[in-house]
């Protein structure tokens, strides 16, 4: 992630991390992507290593990796908040 990237995501997650409470954050930490997803995911990162994604497949792709490196992030701040 370039640092551009990260630091938009560092700013778009704080306003969230502000409205968590302990239950809400409890619930994002175990949030994950459900079963046909993940089968996606798998199936377009197979093809991304072997270097055959279609343009609209790698678009595809590229928006799992951003949505994952979102959660990640809100996912992180929720770990924190249930540390503190």
């Known amino acids: 992630m370039s640092q551009v990237a990260f630091s938009l995501l560092e700013h778009s997650l704080h306003p ?5 409470t302990p239950q809400s954050a409890a619930r994002i930490v175990g949030l994950k992507a459900n ?3 993940q089968s996606r995911i798998d199936e377009l990162a197979e093809k991304c ?3 055959t ?3 609209d497949e790698r678009a595809e792709y590229e928006m799992f ?6 959660i ?4 992180a ?4 908040l249930l540390a503190a």
């Open 49 to 51: 290593n072997e270097g």
């Open 72 to 75: 990640s992030g809100l996912q």
């Open 16 to 20: 969230m991390e502000e409205c968590l």
């Open 65 to 70: 990796v951003w949505v994952g490196d979102y």
């Open 77 to 80: 701040r929720a770990r924190h």
């Open 35 to 37: 079963e046909e997803a």
């Open 53 to 55: 994604l279609t343009p």
